[in-house]
């Protein structure tokens, strides 16, 4: 390694420093300060608090160092990736518990978003071969998210994807769907059997955390049907117990 690059990795490590001590101090810090507790001298610390601040990693203000926005959303990320590992993990866990494909959705902005799916070789999961935002109507996690919309955004959604048919089996038509829905019961398990995909069942269960519409859901093979309901309950065990979990990753 050349005395340049030795040079740029040295810069790097006390510029880390320095963010490492601006971050431990909430109410701000002045430079004497960080240059202190990072153990530079102060022009070294003068130097790279003001590139700090230019690149966005840091503020300044009335000569006291803040966090930046650039720094924050490198914070935002790394949080968000530890709550997305938190709910992979806990597909994993549901996956082997019950042997299905294990799914977790949420309704956000006006769409459905499949945030996270855990299935193996031996149990894949139901291929997506029509787009899930376009076909909530036929698939278990959107019928199970519609479920808990009130009707006027229910409505707005299957104006913006209407209701057509996916396979033999799905909903005829949005009057239909909508009492179908109406009459879906608060926790009770989403079932629909082929309506998405020929060849797969699938059942999903709805979350309550907030004003958040979420859900998790499973799915088998159709000749494996008998399988679906026993696992669904069995799911809905499950998260019982993990619901403080789920509720915390519904912000990703």
Known sequence: MDSHSTTLIGSVQRAMRLLEAVASREQGAPAKQLAREAGLALPTAYHLLRTLVHEG???RDRGLFY?????ERLSSSGAQQKRRSTVSDTLAHLRDAIGAPVYYAIYREGEIEVVCVADTPANPAVEEWADFRETAHAHAIGQCLLSQLDDKSRRDHLDRYPVQSITPYTVRDKDRLLRRLERTGRMEPVVERQEYALGAVCAA???TAGSTAA????SFPSHQVDRLLPAAHKLQSEMGRLLGTLAISISI
């Open 67 to 71: 966090l930046g926005e650039a720094a």
């Open 57 to 59: 990693y840091l503020r």
């Open 215 to 218: 859900t998790m859901a499973i």
């Open 205 to 207: 269960i709805p979350i």
